[in-house]
């Protein structure tokens, strides 16, 4: 656990202390296909498609930073593929509503290119959530209306 501390330690100093850090050639969230999307209901599982700028074997990470501020690492991965779809491996258990803001980063360790890059997308509530809610709302607004004084 030490030895992961350290590595990952060095892997972030190394990106963002190293001068010659690039981008990815594009990042953005996606639904599983890779079609872009930036506002998921909170029962979808996000993803990030990212695209490496160049072939050959790397180290890609991510950290999701949840709506309440909360970091979540990815648990990285070696991958020879240029292009990915990724996403956080326990969504379903610290999914919450709000804006994420998703970092991730590339390392390859043949010639020591690094990169990063970050996305955001929205987490809203179901659709039978809000319409749960605002029939209840209803209720409770106009159950006591006929009581009121405001006909009087």
Avoid at 104 to 129: C, H, K, Q, R
Wanted: charged share 15%; with cysteine.
């Amino acid at each position: 656990m030490k030895l992961l501390l350290k590595t990952l330690a060095v892997i972030f100093f190394i990106l963002y202390v190293s001068p010659c850090m690039s981008a990815f050639e594009y990042l953005y969230t996606s639904d599983i296909s890779g079609n872009p999307k930036s506002e998921f209901s909170i029962g979808e599982t996000p993803y990030i498609h990212l695209k490496l700028p160049r072939d050959g074997s790397a180290f890609i990470a991510s950290w999701w930073l949840s709506p309440g501020i909360v970091s979540y690492f990815d648990g990285g991965r070696v991958s020879a593929q240029r292009e990915l779809i990724i996403s956080i491996s326990d969504w379903s258990n610290i999914r919450e509503t709000g804006r994420w803001n998703v970092n991730a980063l590339y390392f390859f360790p043949d010639n020591g290119d690094t990169g990063s890059g970050t996305v955001f997308f929205d987490a809203v509530p179901e659709i039978s959530t809000i319409i749960s809610f605002l029939a209840c709302l209803f209720l409770l607004v106009f159950k006591n209306f006929p009581r009121s004084n405001i006909l009087l």
